[in-house]
């Protein structure tokens, strides 16, 4: 007797948390690359965005991360309009694909 199993093509519960660098293509200010390193703390994702295309600015804490299966959402503050969300979706081990806003953005897993 055969039984086909779904676990292995299921996003693992610790898949997001890492070093990410994110490009958002198209943005007013230009091509924008953000670095971030997502960590669990009391189970859910915390982290701050840097921006490496201009360093002088900030780190951006992360307001909220949200994960719903194999798409994760997450909301910082921006200086000219209130909470910006960054919604990114497993496209495979090492690679996410969505928006940034209305700005179309990628994530690479940043391997030490």
């Not at 295309?53 to 909220?64: F, Y």
């Not at 719903?68 to 997450?74: A, N, S, V, Y």
């Not at 910082?76 to 969505?98: A, H, M, R, Y």
Request: no cysteine; hydrophobic share 35%; proline share 6%.
């Amino acid at each position: 007797m055969a039984h086909a199993g779904f676990s292995q093509l299921a996003t693992p519960p610790n898949y997001f948390a890492g070093n990410w660098e994110i490009s958002v293509v198209g943005s007013p200010v230009g091509d924008v690359k953000f670095t971030t390193d997502l960590v669990r703390k009391a189970g859910k994702l915390t982290g701050a965005l840097t921006n490496t295309t201009d360093p002088s600015q900030a780190k951006r804490p992360l307001m909220r991360v949200e994960e719903k299966g194999d798409k994760l959402m997450m909301y910082f503050d921006s200086s000219q309009g209130g909470e910006v969300p960054i919604e990114l979706t497993k496209v495979n081990d090492d690679n996410l694909t969505g928006t940034l806003s209305t700005f179309d953005a990628t994530a690479k897993r940043v391997k030490p």
